[in-house]
């Protein structure tokens, strides 16, 4: 009796062993799974070495919180640009950018954790004043300075009120790529006597350059508009314009139906180019013509 006991004894401690092992076994491969996702997953490279390393998740989450708190969304243009300046910024040992980027995960995992829509928006509006803040006064900060466009272009050009920096070029010379987009010039005062002129420029080397006028006379609100039509190429500093489609268009509201419409000749120019940020951090591409006059002309886009 006693020896078929101690044998059942002998039998239960065998298999509660290998139960244990191979949950332990389990356990293990579980713990090395979970760490393979952070170090092994393709999608979250080393961007950065350092202590700690900078990975491409920690800029992916840093950029997402930043859009939850500002409402808004990081066009591909800024995430790239933000991205690049972090990288930057740690491989060259910067402890306020992995303070940074490390404060904004903490604040990721803390809002992440929390299952009500008014807790999470509780701490957004206890956060948010002070991120304002710190753009406001961080001026020489690129890292600021992106944020500062963001929260610009989604809440308004003045809605962090004045903010003067010094002018800065930013790009002299470069490629096709630059250039593409939406610049606006604007003078006079609307809406009796205004100017305002817009080059926009594709990236498939499409251009198209508007002109809107508008002038009180006699009485009468007179609108011009001209338009041409062409292509553009860039070589480093200079950018050439073609332009075989020009037409212009008046239109006098004492005489509404008497639209005057005007074809033009072609017109080729090289102009030389820069892009550049003013005092109030507005992105601007300034033209110079071959009498040296420059004209700068706002990103409107």
């Not at 998740?57 to 840093?62: E, G, I, N, Q, S």
Request: hydrophobic share 40%; glycine share 6%; with cysteine.
């Amino acid at each position: 009796m006693k020896h078929r006991i101690f044998n059942c004894s002998k039998q239960i401690s065998a298999i509660l062993f290998f139960t244990i092992l191979i949950l332990g076994a389990s356990l293990s491969a579980l713990a090395q799974t979970k760490n393979q996702i952070g170090t092994d997953d393709p999608h979250n490279k080393i961007l950065a070495d350092g202590n700690p390393p900078l990975r491409e998740m920690d800029v992916k989450r840093t950029i997402l919180l930043y859009e939850w708190l500002f409402s808004a969304g990081f066009s591909y243009e800024k995430k790239d640009e933000f991205q690049t300046v972090v990288v930057s910024e740690w491989k060259n040992g910067n402890r306020e950018t992995i303070k940074f980027i490390g404060d904004a995960i903490a604040l990721s995992d803390r809002t992440n954790g929390m299952k009500k829509y008014a807790e999470r928006e509780a701490v957004r509006e206890k956060v948010l004043p002070e991120i304002i803040s710190q753009m406001k006064t961080q001026i020489s900060d690129a890292k600021q300075q992106i944020l500062r466009d963001v929260y610009r272009r989604a809440h308004g050009a003045n809605s962090l009120g004045e903010i003067k920096t010094d002018a800065k070029i930013l790009k002299t010379g470069g490629a096709l790529k630059d250039l593409v987009g939406d610049w606006m010039l604007q003078n006079g005062t609307p809406p009796s006597n205004m100017a305002t002129a817009k080059f926009s420029f594709l990236a498939n080397g499409r251009v198209q350059f508007s002109l809107l006028k508008t002038a009180q006379k006699a009485g009468c609100f007179v609108t011009e508009t001209a338009i041409k039509e062409g292509t553009f190429a860039v070589a480093d500093s200079q950018v050439s314009l073609d332009f075989p489609n020009n037409k212009t268009q008046r239109i006098s509201s004492c005489q509404p139906n008497d639209i005057k419409t005007e074809t033009l000749a072609a017109e080729n120019q090289t102009l030389t180019w820069q892009i550049k940020r003013d005092a109030q951090e507005v992105i601007q591409l300034c033209l110079t013509g071959a009498n040296s006059t420059t004209a700068c002309y706002r990103k409107a886009n």
